[in-house]
C-alpha cells in the first residue's frame, strides 16, 4: 500500500538522501522539491517526481505540493500526501554584529517560515482529504537548541522549529498525523564540508561516538519516524548528533 511523500529541499544533502530512501523501500510516491531540481540525481522511477519550488514563497509551495498531489492521484482509494519532510536549509555564518539584513532574512525565511508553508499546505491537503494517518518531520539542528557563536541566526532559525513542531502535532494529533522534529549534529555534507579541519576534529573529539554523522546517520531516522513502527511518537524533538549536545 503505497503512500505519497512530499520532501523539500530534497535535491542535496539530508534531503536527497531521505529522498532517495522513500523511493528505494517502494513504500512510497515521492515528490521531490527544491530550487534547483535541474541539479538533482535522486532516484528516477515512476514513483518519483521532480519540481522546482522555493520554500520561501506560500505560493510556489502550493502549487507544487498540489501537483504533486494531482500527479499521483488516488492511491489506495485515497487521495494527498502522507508524508512531508522539510528538509531546506541555508546559513550564513558570523557573528550578530556583523550579519546583514540581506542575509538574516533569507536564513529566517528558508529555515523557519519554509517550512512554516509547506505544513499550512500539507495540513490542507490532509484535512481536504480526510486521510487516514500522516507524518511530518522537520529537519532542524542541534545548533538550534545549544547555540553557537557565530549562528545566532541560524540557531534561532532552527529553535524557532521547536515551538512549531510541538503545535502542529497538538493541532493534528485528532486527526491521526504525527509531527516530530530531527536535530542532526554536524553531518560530513553540504553546509559541514568546508569547516576548517582543525575545528572539525574538535567537533569530533567533543561527540560522543568521536565522528561526524553521515547523511544516512540522519536518512535511517526519519524513516522511522514515517513508518508505522513510530505510530505513537509525536511532538518530539529527537536529536541525531552522537551525542554532541
Known sequence: ??????????????????????????????GVLGRSVEKSIVIES?????????????????RAMNAVEKHFGEVNGERGVHVLINAAGVNHDGVMASMNETQMDRIVRTNLLGPMHSCKVFSRLAL?????????????????????????????????????TKSLAKELGSR????????????DIGMTSELDPDYANEVKMKTCLQRLGTVEDVSNFA????R??????????????????
Open 1 to 30: 500500500m503505497k503512500r505519497v511523500a512530499v520532501v523539500v529541499g530534497g535535491t542535496r544533502g539530508i534531503g536527497k538522501a531521505i529522498a532517495d530512501r522513500l523511493v528505494e523501500c517502494g513504500e512510497f510516491r515521492v
Open 46 to 62: 515512476e514513483d518519483s517526481i521532480r519540481a522546482k519550488c522555493d520554500a520561501t514563497s506560500l505560493d510556489e509551495v502550493g
Open 128 to 164: 481536504k482529504h480526510r486521510i487516514q494517518s500522516g507524518s511530518i518531520v522537520n529537519i532542524g539542528s542541534v545548533i538550534g537548541s545549544i547555540g553557537n557563536v557565530g549562528q545566532c541566526v541560524y540557531s534561532a532559525s532552527k529553535s524557532g522549529l521547536q515551538g512549531l
Open 176 to 187: 491521526n498525523i504525527r509531527v516530530n522534529l530531527l536535530e542532526p549534529g554536524y553531518i
Open 223 to 226: 524513516m522511522f519516524l514515517v
Open 228 to 245: 508505522p513502527e513510530s505510530e505513537y511518537v509525536t511532538g518530539q524533538i529527537l536529536r541525531v548528533d552522537g551525542g554532541l549536545s
